[in-house]
């Protein structure tokens, strides 16, 4: 039994190995230098472009070693509604910066999955161009999934991205599980994953330690399931900005559960511009979360206006109504560890809080609410002031 079970693993083993091989686009074969400075992004564009033209499900194989890409856009429609791309090398950037918008994008793709791998955006000279606060071209996200669906992104690295690590805009049907982001705590903009105009987005079993949001959720995104992420340094789990220009699209449906923070500025965040732009944001579930010496752990800010420039004074046309906060527990970095700060001419409504405990120091935490509805259950500390 032993024997024949090790046989049959074995031959498990060897088939996807061969699979890998020799059934597969490996982009060696395609020209590819695994020397870390090779531009090999002809290579890979080739051997996607025989992976998505074929008309069974295909495989595309990065093999170990460092590929420097200088700059990719892995376009569909394909002919192949099943392609896997499994990554065991990196994939380097150029540290020098450009201004493009997509460094790895993959465009009108439908039924992709990703496995593994390492892409590293080289940025830390464009943060110092940024943080020297000279004027620097915009920034260039690492992996940008856009107009696509049926996508998965299984147990990829992301290091130091120049700016966004992962966007996701414009798609339905998006899974990133086992994902680990890494970037300094004061890298600018390095937010881990941004999502946007897409629906059915699951972001699940993942470590984000970046320099800005763990996880940003934009205008228009739909049925967000978030879950198991631990994110730290950073700047936590945020809803917007939103409302920063006229005719946006609202934001509807979103859970996070079981999330720990680690001395991030903030955890479970909803932003909106002070700008009278009309919008919304509901059914929001914020559950399970672990807060440790997070200096915002509970905050809606319906005032952003940074430098008080064109908003002063204005208030949200951003209406936030039905938000649920669910078993928040641990410890503020500050002593206002709630704040409910909303729009006068569109209060917040339906904010429901259940088991919360946050606690600072070894005074009182205390909670701020501005224009904010809504109830409570449980346990409330600080205590309640909806
Ligand atoms: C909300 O989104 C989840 C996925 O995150 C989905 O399973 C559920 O059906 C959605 N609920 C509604 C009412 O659309």
């Known amino acids: 039994m032993a024997q024949s079970l090790s046989l049959l693993s074995f031959l498990l ?51 170990a070693g460092n590929f420097f890409v200088s700059q990719a856009v892995f376009q569909g429609p394909c002919k192949s509604s099943e392609i896997k ?21 993959f465009k009108y793709v439908d039924g992709l999955s990703i496995f593994g791998g390492t892409i590293d955006g080289q940025g830390r000279a464009f943060w110092a161009c940024k943080t020297a606060g000279r004027s620097c071209p915009s920034s260039t996200t690492s992996l940008t999934i856009a107009k696509s669906n049926n996508i998965l992104i299984s147990g990829l690295s992301t290091v130091n991205s120049k700016g966004f690590h992962i966007s996701i805009f414009g798609s339905n049907g998006v899974t990133v599980q086992g994902t680990k982001i890494t ?64 005719s946006e699209s609202g934001v509807q449906n979103i859970t996070v559960t079981s999330v720990v923070f680690t001395g991030t500025q903030n955890g479970l965040r909803i932003k909106t511009w002070g700008k009278p732009y009309s919008g919304f944001v509901k059914d929001v579930k914020f559950e399970h979360a672990v807060m440790q010496n997070v200096q915002n752990p509970i905050i809606v800010d319906q005032n952003y206006c940074p430098g008080d420039v064109n908003c002063p004074d204005q208030s949200s ?70």
């Not at 936030?320 to 709630?338: E, K, M, N, P, R």
């Open 85 to 105: 791309m499994y990554i065991d090398g990196t994939v380097v950037a150029s540290s020098s910066y450009d201004g493009e918008a997509a460094w790895l994008m």
């Open 13 to 63: 083993l060897f088939s996807y190995y061969s699979t890998l091989t020799m059934g597969a686009y490996n982009v060696l074969n395609y020209g590819a230098e695994p020397d870390g400075q090779t531009d090999s992004a002809k290579a890979f564009l080739s051997a996607w472009a025989d992976a998505c033209g074929s008309g069974s499900p295909a495989t595309m194989y990065v093999p």
């Open 183 to 246: 970037a300094p705590g004061n890298s600018p903009n390095t937010d881990g994953i941004h999502i946007q105009m897409s629906s059915d987005v699951t972001v699940t079993s993942s470590s984000i330690k970046t320099g800005d949001d763990c996880i940003s959720i934009g205008e228009g995104a739909n049925n967000v399931w978030i879950e198991k992420i631990n994110c730290g340094p950073g700047h936590g789990i945020s809803i917007g900005s939103l409302g920063d220009t006229p």
């Open 317 to 386: 046309g951003i209406k936030i109504s039905g938000l649920a906060y669910t078993d928040i527990q641990g410890t503020s970095a500050t002593q206002l560890a709630v704040k409910f700060d909303c729009s006068s001419s569109n209060p917040c409504s339906g904010i429901t809080m259940q088991d919360i405990k946050l606690t600072y120091q070894n005074q009182n935490a205390q909670s701020y609410c501005k224009n904010a509805g809504g109830s409570t259950s449980g346990f409330i500390i600080p205590p309640s002031c909806l």
